[in-house]
């Protein structure tokens, strides 16, 4: 069932939003080589605290045979692609590729938003791997474009598998997108492959999180003994954007858009990251 959000409700959306938006942007500063992603961790539970926001994913999905979730962060590194465990035990170092995701409830509505830090900076990797990065931030842009009244869910879908495509990027398939609202995951599965014009027309109120994953290698995945970490099944690289976005009246609204990146994408379209950033 599709949740329609009011105007107010928005609003409190966009609170939540803000606190995960400004907690990604102390995490960009903290990420270097040397950093554990425990550290960033506890790093993220005071800023949430700070902000009396709830974290979304501590505790979540816990079932028989696999703990709740048991932090604040997904922390993924290189191949892996979501739902990584922080670890004391795990050393960023110059040249990884380190995947944030994080969600906070602010009274009782969730905002969700997934980063791809380049650990020591572009320059510590390949122009492959840059790529990489570049192109799967843009897709999520593409997508939120695309996330107006009067398209369809497939418009996003396609809109963002497009930039994928002519890179020969896997597309994960197993995990997409989603509604948010009072839960994390509500209606509609967002995938990131798709037709245009397919799929159930996009309306106003609609919340939703757009959240491409692309692969170096195919789309397959696999799961880690922690019944948690997802990687890609051939070892690849892989890299996860996602911001929530509301489908509003005046144009799709970025809710969780940092400083540098477009609140209303189709008012300032200069300012989204294109795939020609990175050539
Ligand atoms: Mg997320
Ligand atoms: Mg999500």
Not at 134 to 153: E, K
Not at 264 to 271: A, T
Request: contains cysteine.
């Amino acid at each position: 069932m599709i949740v329609r959000k009011s105007p107010a409700e928005i609003e409190i959306m966009a609170r939540a939003g803000r606190v995960i938006a400004h907690l990604h942007e102390v995490l960009r500063d903290a990420v270097a080589p040397g950093v554990t992603t425990r550290q960033l961790d506890e790093l993220s539970a005071r800023e949430l605290r700070s902000a009396k926001a709830v974290p979304s994913f501590l505790g979540y999905g816990g079932t028989p045979g696999r703990i709740p979730f048991p932090a604040t962060l997904c922390t993924s590194v290189n191949d892996q692609i979501v739902h990584g465990i922080p670890s004391s035990e795990v050393t960023l170092r110059a040249g990884d590729l380190i995947k944030i995701d994080a969600g906070a409830i602010v009274d009782g509505y969730h905002a969700d938003s997934a980063v791809t830090w380049i650990v020591g900076g572009e320059d510590a990797v390949s122009e492959e791997v840059r790529r990489l990065v570049a192109r799967t931030r843009s897709g999520l842009w593409a997508g939120l474009s695309n996330a107006a009244v009067g398209n369809r869910l497939g418009d996003i879908s396609a809109a963002v598998e497009s930039h994928a495509a002519p890179s020969g990027y896997g597309v994960v398939r197993e995990y997409v997108g989603h509604g948010v609202g009072r839960s994390l995951h509500e209606d509609p599965h967002v995938p990131n492959y798709g037709r245009p014009g397919r799929g159930p027309k996009l309306v106003e109120g609609l919340v939703i999180a757009v959240e491409p994953m692309f692969n170096l290698g195919t789309h397959e995945t696999r799961v880690e003994a922690d019944g948690w970490t997802v990687t890609t099944a051939d070892g690849t690289l892989s890299s996860h954007w996602e911001h929530t976005v509301a489908i509003t009246a005046d144009g799709p609204r970025v809710l969780t858009a940092r400083s540098d990146e477009p609140e209303w994408p189709l008012r300032s379209p200069e300012l989204v990251p294109s795939a020609s950033v990175a050539g």
